[in-house]
């Protein structure tokens, strides 16, 4: 039993730390090679997580020898654009110019009725709205309005508009974060004050703190310290 | 690229131990096939004593060869060399040629199996 529990989390552990080198894309984002890859890996660190009799090494080099795979084939495509294409395909054009291309719809065996469906995913009702639809690699749809179809930017109205970046969360849960208030050239003496104008004593009472780029400071109290001021 | 270059490492290295375990396996299981040789020979010729020292010397060989291959190979057939050993040493202790010499011949091929199932041929591969 006990040998079961520490294969699992030598497997997990090892199976994590793997995929987190491996990257930061999304199940639905993946290359059909990295889909593979992780469909692989959960089979082959599953048996001898269960089987003891088969030795952990029979689970844990194929993972080794796929992560090398993922990873030698990312790079060559990285450094490759005929590899790239050959690893990972083509985007593949389904409606050029407001015309569907049905060519293009029976070589992918992708029906209208997919279409339509990854349209409306994309809250496109009206499917003479599109200019261009994008089949890409990872399997999502791309999707560019018609220009008279497209919302209205300021841009288009000759409105000017600010910088807008990114506001920094300085309290989270109670706890400050010297290193976002770092990056916004604030310390903790500020923000104390600040929160004083709030009539907030304690840091640690607030949930949630955050500073734009304007200048103005989003706060708000730990529901409990409200419930408590209020009684 | 130093992820590039670590998996390349790792790479050499997974192939590197492999192909030194499978060398170190085919030595192990070439001197432990030696040894069951000169047991065999023994039970043949009937000298009892011989055969029955040499059997314990077998097992202490085989424990002491066979400490890491747990690590590697299939549990299941660790653990039948071992069954096998230890019915061939009251055979040789009860001195019952037929059965001894059957069990000497079923320890042979279950070593001689090992290197066997690790060697890359085509035969394994597919």
């Known amino acids: 039993m006990l040998i079961v529990v520490l294969r699992t989390l030598i497997l997990y552990t090892v199976t994590f730390v793997l995929l987190r080198i491996m990257g930061k894309r999304q199940v639905g984002q993946l290359q059909p090679y990295e889909l593979v890859i992780i469909i692989l890996v959960a089979d082959l660190a599953a048996i001898p997580m269960e089987n003891t009799g088969i030795p952990l090494l029979r689970g844990l080099v194929p993972i080794l020898v796929l992560f090398v795979a993922q990873v030698t084939l990312a790079y060559i495509s990285l450094k490759s654009e005929t590899a790239r294409s050959l690893i990972s395909g083509k985007p593949s054009v389904l409606i050029e110019n407001g015309l569907i291309v049905e060519s293009e719809l029976r070589r992918l065996r992708y029906n209208i009725n997919d279409l339509l469906e990854q349209l409306r995913q994309k809250n496109v009702a009206n499917i003479a709205d599109v200019e261009f639809a994008i089949l890409e690699t990872s399997g999502q749809l791309s999707v560019i309005l018609k220009s008279q179809k497209r919302p209205v930017i300021p841009e288009d109205l000759n409105i000017p508009t600010k910088y807008e970046g990114l506001p920094a969360a300085l309290i989270t849960d109670g706890h400050i974060s010297r290193e976002n208030l770092k990056k916004v050239n604030l310390n903790s003496e500020w923000l104390r004050d600040e929160l004083a104008k709030f009539g907030i004593n304690d840091p640690k009472d607030v949930f949630f703190a955050s500073l734009d780029t304007q200048g103005n400071l989003y706060c708000q109290v730990k529901a409990d310290v409200r419930k408590r001021k209020g009684a | ?126």
């Open chain 2, 1 to 126: 690229m130093r992820v590039f270059v670590s998996a390349l490492i790792l790479m050499g290295l997974i192939i590197g131990i492999g192909i030194w375990t499978n060398l170190s396996i085919k030595d192990s299981t070439c001197q432990l096939s030696g040894h069951i040789d000169r047991i065999a020979r023994d039970v043949r010729n009937e000298s009892w004593d011989e055969a029955l020292i040499k059997t314990r010397r077998l097992e202490k060989v085989w424990a002491e060869k066979s400490r890491w291959w747990p690590v590697l190979l299939d549990h299941q057939e660790m653990d039948n060399i071992s069954f096998s050993l230890a019915r061939l040493n009251e055979y040789v202790k009860y001195r019952d040629k037929s059965l001894a010499m059957g069990q000497v011949s079923e320890l042979k091929r279950m070593v001689e199996h090992i290197p066997e199932n690790q060697a890359v041929t085509l035969n394994n591969i597919f």
